[in-house]
């Protein structure tokens, strides 16, 4: 399902598994949402803000390597199906495979004209 958003990636509610080492040892969680640029992932315990990890994203397709930074976190909040307990983060690094997967990934969701465009911009980058 697509909502409308004000984003630059708008995000297809996709739910792929996550996993990350971090300092106080395996984290799992899994996509709320996902973009190439970013994703929400539900977490028991979300890091704090500004934090930055290395993370596996279980895509259907192949696993996805990306470093992220934590952009926002509900730690402390509720965690039900309007605000979940979780941690929204952008890419800081990712190959343009994975961003090009994400891509096509939307466009099967019918995010639309912005994912396209960004998968585009790939393509001529890559080529």
């Given at each position: 399902?697509?909502?409308?958003?004000?984003?630059?990636?708008?995000?297809?509610?996709?739910?792929?598994?996550?996993?990350?080492?971090?300092?106080?040892?395996?984290?799992?969680?899994?996509?709320?949402?996902?973009?190439?640029?970013?994703?929400?992932?539900?977490?028991?315990?979300?890091?704090?803000?500004?934090?930055?990890?290395?993370?596996?994203?279980?895509?259907?397709?192949?696993?996805?390597?990306?470093?992220a930074e934590v952009i926002w976190s509900n730690i402390y909040g509720y965690d039900d199906e309007i605000t979940p307990r979780g941690m929204g983060v952008r890419f800081v690094t990712i190959s343009d495979e994975?961003?090009?997967?994400?891509?096509?990934?939307?466009?099967?969701?019918?995010?639309?004209?912005?994912?396209?465009?960004?998968?585009?911009?790939?393509?001529?980058?890559?080529?």
């Open positions: 399902m697509i909502r409308k958003q004000a984003r630059i990636c708008p995000r297809a509610e996709l739910k792929w598994p996550v996993s990350a080492q971090i300092s106080g040892g395996l984290m799992h969680g899994e996509t709320k949402d996902i973009s190439p640029a970013g994703a929400f992932i539900r977490c028991r315990k979300p890091l704090k803000l500004h934090e930055v990890f290395d993370m596996v994203i279980n895509a259907p397709e192949k696993p996805l390597n990306v470093k994975d961003q090009k997967l994400i891509a096509q990934e939307l466009n099967q969701y019918d995010v639309g004209k912005v994912a396209c465009e960004f998968l585009d911009t790939l393509e001529t980058e890559l080529a």
